[in-house]
């Protein structure tokens, strides 16, 4: 398990973890951030499964195709909340015209 930050001792840190195509992988990985490049469905929900069963606390950044249909266990981590937040993010291609589930409720589904 990653350190405690000096300004929060009494708390464990937060990993930040990476899926996607090893394209986009690359700069996750130029900037520290632990990668499983070009992971499969089955890949990330053991990931998933293993990060939710050992209670880390984990941003995990997944590639949006990695994560349009999500399995039992990143269906269980989007319920739950807290210790494994999910978040979705575009591929290279598609990064100019993307727009987040946020975006599409505030503005109705129009591209903005």
């Given at each position: 398990?990653?350190?405690?930050?000096?300004?929060?001792?009494?708390?464990?840190?937060?990993?930040?973890?990476?899926?996607?195509?090893?394209?986009?992988?690359?700069?996750?990985?130029?900037?520290g951030i632990e990668?499983?490049?070009?992971?499969?469905?089955?890949?990330?929900?053991?990931?998933?499964?293993?990060?939710?069963?050992?209670?880390?606390?984990?941003?995990?950044?997944?590639?949006?195709?990695?994560?349009?249909n999500p399995g039992?266990?990143?269906?269980?981590?989007?319920?739950?909340?807290?210790?494994?937040?999910?978040?979705?993010?575009?591929?290279?291609?598609?990064?100019?015209?993307?727009?987040?589930?946020?975006?599409?409720?505030?503005?109705?589904?129009?591209?903005?």
């Open positions: 398990m990653p350190y405690a930050s000096t300004l929060t001792p009494h708390r464990p840190a937060t990993r930040i973890i990476a899926a996607g195509s090893s394209a986009l992988m690359d700069g996750f990985r130029l900037a990668v499983l490049p070009d992971a499969s469905q089955t890949q990330l929900e053991e990931l998933i499964k293993s990060l939710l069963n050992d209670r880390e606390n984990v941003l995990l950044l997944v590639e949006d195709a990695l994560a349009a039992p266990w990143m269906q269980r981590a989007l319920s739950e909340g807290g210790r494994v937040v999910l978040v979705q993010v575009p591929s290279l291609a598609s990064a100019g015209a993307y727009q987040t589930d946020v975006d599409r409720l505030i503005h109705g589904g129009q591209v903005v």
